[in-house]
């Protein structure tokens, strides 16, 4: 039923339930190899939660608006008519594939998303009652690898069945449940 999968409640599912435990896993692994800090993680996410984060995604809405702009100066410009025809369709797809998104969306569409999926989860690294790494991309250089953070945590995660961190975007912080 598409309705009890959208209103599911995250961690019910059996992929869930396992990310949860994994992720366990490397807090404690993490805890152990760094006394004074522990690793905190994002609420797991189901599809309702990931369609509210990429409806409230302002960088989702500006790619959107600057890609709506971009290819609606290619139709003025080639001239399209009103009918398509198989050419102007394929002119037009192939324009839209190559178009520029740029800033790259920092949210994953709603149901190709692995948080959307339960399968994936965001660490933070806590210490002194604070958070000391977070999910902010702008603190990647600045912290998670000066910091040493990010090493840090694919040596915790590296003795679970998580596999990160996110190439691309890059993000230091998301891993996800290893598919079977």
């Known amino acids: 039923n598409a309705q009890a999968n959208l209103s599911q409640r995250p961690g019910d599912s059996v992929a869930g339930m396992l990310l949860l435990d994994e992720a366990s896993k490397a807090q404690t692994i993490f805890a152990a190899a760094n006394p004074g800090y522990t690793l905190g993680t994002s609420p797991l996410r189901n599809l309702k939660r990931q369609v509210g984060l990429w409806n409230n995604n302002n960088v989702v809405q500006g790619v959107a608006d600057s890609l709506q702009s971009h290819m609606l100066a290619f139709m003025q410009k080639s001239r399209f008519s009103d009918v398509p025809t ?67 945590l694919i040596a915790a995660a590296s003795q679970t069945k998580l596999i990160g961190p996110l190439q691309h975007p890059y993000e230091p912080w998301h891993w996800r449940l290893a598919r079977s």
């Open 86 to 152: 198989r050419p102007s369709l394929a002119a037009f797809t192939f324009k839209l594939k190559g178009a520029p998104v740029h800033p790259e969306p920092t949210s994953a569409a709603p149901g190709v998303s692995d948080h959307g999926q339960m399968h994936a989860v965001d660490f933070v690294v806590r210490g002194g009652g604070r958070i000391v790494a977070n999910v902010d991309s702008g603190t990647i250089q600045t912290v998670w690898k000066a910091g040493g953070w990010e090493a840090k």
